[in-house]
């Protein structure tokens, strides 16, 4: 039995819009009651496939799908109301409606209301929404093919993929003037993702009634207060085969098989294809991360070479060769590294680490410091060229940003109970008064601040646990004769720097996973005016938070560790208690290292398995009932319905991952010369994620229109700047290059080999018995009167006892002439490399030109035409004068 032949006396929802049918001003609504029961002669459902984009007649394509569960609680018939009047005023501003009765659904109990923009309303709110659309076929010559092409060519994808279209001049859509336009077809004039917009912004807008005074509008709100469950436009076919319907482009599964798979990771993206499936704003986002990816690669080869010179020198470092000569670092009795607990150690059992250190620490830093400052200058500058040849060939020229996301938010109307007249419309609004403003943003701020403070405890509670397991490490591998075989490599100062890296990571994504939420609602609370407001706010809380989450401990140990240690006799003290950390005698820069490589790899890692592993799960789950029934009862939506939300924060995190991991590469790239390396290979297999998760995992997004990537853009600069200062500091007070250079300068012993006596010479002589009561090391077994440590002071035997040398001054001195010498180099290179380089090719300014030339040219000719055509009818509108006057616009067009 044909199970459609009773929905018409189970659709209750149906049944009232049917009774309303004589109100409705808009199309005939499409229900399954009456007329469009199917016939006995028409195909049995059971045998027809669902699998479609089309309604029931086969001709008229699903814009968009809303669904909704009709339960019986105690909210029902609000609920019920509330969709009546809702789907009859969609059908007012002109959408045609078809619904499916839950009992076409696959587990009984969800409806799907299905809806279709008829042509005249695509052509009335592509006008609204100043939609560009073709009027004459490019006639610009293609650009000068690349001698590189035969090289890159196993690189490219085909062209059908890459421009699946001609390639046109465009204008801004005008009902009163189709004829000008190259309209062929008008059920694909507009592309899908136009035509999802467009529902969208009338679904946005849509009202539904009035509640407590106050007019209700917006899909938004019914999805928030469960009215409906989802909303959302269709993918076009399923992503690992083609549709079976001809009519369908089958776009879907074009970007599955030529771009989400990793397997086409080393080929360019179908930027084109990109943009007209999912709209601009993804399409931008793409276009971003693959040339930042592109650009990972020049940064990645030279910290590559960078980190080779120092695997190829190792053995030629001079410290290093002393700190292992059982002759040097084997009688070179150091100080203990904490009290009472830890002993006096041979230099020369740091030797593997020493050397290990010289592959980031040495002239090679320096070089790539500098050359990271204005590969980030060219990173943004080119992508500024990158971003205006998009704009034009995208048609975002003369976008200004979206109407909705200017206008105001519901939630903004909705709590905003004062209204006061727009100065621009004159027009009465809602506004939220200054006093308000003000408690509101104290209330954000503290709120932030608390978090940032909570950051800073947690870091600090990091640095206790350093300070205080030291002793217990030091301890653990003296006593362990299991762990004397890796003592070499595994220090007490490395094994304390791993295991509170961990630490620290793992403290890092918890508070990040509660901040989160946290921005979410303080955001909410300020109640900002636009959606560009919420968004722009919300980037920047939770920047700041992540950018003091993931760099606190980086900070940390560049800038902090192993500067402010005393000198024994006189340690300096936390909380007068620990004893503040030292850096290991072959310099904090290799511990640095350690901290970099684990949150940045963690974060990267943790990153990949939440937006792979985890939709994929929920995905599996919530399909296992439906893989038991047959495809062709399992419809397009619902197939969609069960596919992950791609929400209007999508972007927004996707965004915030790959400038924390810029943060990375950029302000501590000095000390780790492979993290652009690191990036690349994530960034291959993020570009890869993004794009398989986005095909197969979520539901279609909305298309959005953006001509750039916001205030990202603001952030990258910022932090291209701060990127020069840090990277001056680390080369100058966390790497030991400016005290090698000073002493190879200045102090050197021997010309012959400047270098040598460079480890003896930056150690301190401190004198056994000056240790103050009870900080002394309970044991010496051998009885040593004197031990070394890492400072430039006086012996005990000099009148100036303990106090710094002058060595110290000049180094001091050298470290910030070094500082202020690079930072100026590069700043001065930076503005003249972004001098140099326009921000818009030339090529893309005259094609810009050109278009608008012919746009003009066309509109005033089409106009001359018609003025033409109404002087040959009669017209006594049509002056003479009017006809003169449209002949000289077009003249002075054409002069200009």
């Known amino acids: 039995m044909n199970r459609l032949g009773k929905k018409a006396n189970e659709t209750l929802i149906e049944m009232a819009l049917s009774a309303d049918g004589e109100e409705c001003n808009g199309p005939e609504t499409i229900s399954t009651a009456g007329s469009e029961i199917p016939s006995s002669s028409e195909i049995d459902k059971r045998h027809q496939s669902k699998d479609s984009i089309f309604f029931r007649d086969g001709v008229r394509r699903i814009d968009f799908v809303l669904s909704y569960v009709d ?8 609920k019920l109301e509330r969709r009546k009047e809702f789907e009859s005023n969609l059908q007012k501003a002109g959408l045609e409606l078809e619904t499916e009765d839950k009992k076409e659904s696959e587990d009984g109990k969800i409806f799907f209301v299905k809806i279709h923009a008829p042509w005249e309303v695509l052509i009335t709110y592509a006008e609204v929404l100043n939609i560009k659309v073709p009027i004459r076929e490019n006639d610009i010559p293609p650009m000068v093919e690349n001698p590189l092409d035969c090289v890159l060519f196993p690189l490219r994808l085909p062209e059908k993929v890459m421009h699946p279209e001609p390639d046109y001049f465009t204008a801004p859509f005008s009902k009163d003037k189709q004829e000008l336009y190259l309209i062929n077809d008008e059920s694909t004039f507009f592309s899908p993702s136009m035509r999802n917009r467009i529902v969208n912004y009338i679904l946005t807008r849509c009202p539904y009634g009035t509640e407590e005074g106050k007019k209700k509008f917006g899909i938004k709100r019914l999805l928030n207060n469960g009215t409906y469950t989802a909303a959302y436009p269709l993918h076009d076919c399923q992503y690992w085969k083609k549709a079976s319907d001809p009519n369908c482009d089958s776009e879907r599964y074009t970007l599955y098989m030529e771009w989400a798979r990793f397997l086409r990771f080393y080929k360019e993206q179908p930027l084109v294809l990109i943009r007209k499936y999912y709209g601009e704003k993804i399409g931008i986002y793409f276009a971003w991360l693959g040339f930042y990816t592109e650009m990972l690669f020049l940064a990645a080869v030279v910290g590559l070479i960078c980190f080779l010179y120092g695997l190829f020198t190792m053995d030629e470092n001079m410290s290093s060769k002393e700190i292992c000569d059982p002759a040097i670092g084997g009688e ?27 592959l980031f620490d040495n002239v090679a830093t320096l070089f790539f410091a500098i050359f990271m400052g204005i590969w980030v200058t060219l990173f943004l500058e080119f992508w500024k060229r990158r971003q205006a040849r998009l704009k034009y060939e995208w048609d975002l020229v003369d976008f200004e940003e979206e109407q909705q996301q200017l206008q105001l938010r519901p939630e903004y109307e909705a709590k905003c109970t004062q209204k006061k007249k727009n100065p621009v419309t004159q027009e009465m609004e809602p506004y939220l008064p200054l006093t308000s403003q003000a408690v509101r943003f104290c209330i954000s701020g503290a709120t932030v601040l608390f978090w940032v403070s909570l950051i800073i405890a947690s870091m600090i509670a990091v640095i206790v646990y350093r300070l205080a397991v030291y002793a217990a490490f030091a301890s653990l591998m003296e006593n362990t004769q299991t762990l004397q075989p890796i ?6 100062q490395l094994a304390t720097s791993v295991t509170a890296s961990c630490l620290n990571f793992v403290i890092i994504m918890i508070l990040n996973f509660f901040y989160e939420r946290i921005a979410i609602w303080i955001t909410d609370m300020e109640i900002p005016r636009t959606h560009m407001e919420y968004e722009n706010r919300l980037t920047m809380k939770m920047f700041l938070f992540q950018f003091v989450n993931y760099y606190s401990s ?21 909380f007068s208690r620990w ?10 820069l290799i511990e640095l290292t350690t901290q970099l490589t684990i949150v940045m790899a963690g974060k990267q890692i943790w990153g990949n398995i939440q937006e792979a592993i985890v939709p994929w799960i929920c995905n599996w789950w919530g399909r296992r009932k439906a893989r ?7 419809s397009r939506w619902e197939q969609d319905h069960d596919l992950q939300t791609f929400g209007a924060l999508g972007l927004f995190y996707e965004y915030l991952e790959m400038v924390i991991q810029f943060g990375f590469i950029t302000l501590f790239v000095a000390s780790f010369p492979l993290a652009p390396l690191l990036a690349l290979m994530n960034n291959i297999l993020e570009i890869r994620v993004d794009s398989w998760k986005l095909t197969t995992q979520y539901r279609r997004p909305v298309a959005a229109k953006a001509h750039s990537i916001g205030v990202w853009q603001e952030i990258l600069n910022g932090m291209a700047i701060l990127s020069v200062v840090t990277n001056a500091f680390i080369v100058a007070f966390t790497s030991d290059m400016i005290p090698r250079l ?5 102090y050197f012993e021997n010309e012959h080999s400047p270098m040598s006596g460079y480890i003896n010479n930056s150690l301190s002589v401190f004198l056994i018995s000056d240790f103050p009561q009870g900080k002394e090391p309970k044991e010496n077994p051998e009885n040593f009167v004197i031990c070394r440590y890492r400072d430039y002071r006086y012996p005990p035997d000099h009148e100036k006892k303990y106090m710094h040398t002058m060595q110290f001054w000049h180094i001091l001195a050298a470290k910030l002439a070094f500082i202020i010498i690079m930072e100026h180099v590069v700043f001065i290179v930076k503005f003249f490399v972004a001098w140099m380089i326009p921000d818009v090719p030339a090529d893309v300014k005259a094609k810009i030109k050109r278009e608008k030339y012919l746009t003009q040219k066309i509109l005033h000719e089409y106009e001359l035409e018609k003025l033409k055509e109404r002087l040959c009818q009669g017209d006594t509108r049509a002056t003479e004068k009017e006809f003169i006057a449209t002949e000289g616009r077009m003249e002075l067009s054409r002069a200009m």
């Not at 038991?628 to 399992?634: D, F, G, I, T, V």
Request: aromatic share 20%.
């Open 71 to 78: 339960d019986l609680n105690k909210e029902w018939e609000k």
């Open 332 to 358: 070179i009795i150091m100080c203990p590294l904490c009290d009472r607990d830890c002993e006096y150690w041979r230099l020369n059992t740091t030797c593997e680490s020493s050397q290990y250190s010289h």
């Open 487 to 492: 003592s070499g490599v595994l220090t007490p």
């Open 554 to 574: 980086c900070f940390y140990v560049a800038f902090f560790k192993g500067k402010f240690v005393g000198y024994p006799g006189g340690y300096t003290y936390m």
């Open 579 to 588: 004893r503040n950390e030292e850096c290991d005698p072959a310099g904090c």
């Open 628 to 634: 038991n029934n047959p495809e062709n009862l399992y």
């Open 742 to 746: 000073v002493y190879y300068y200045a």
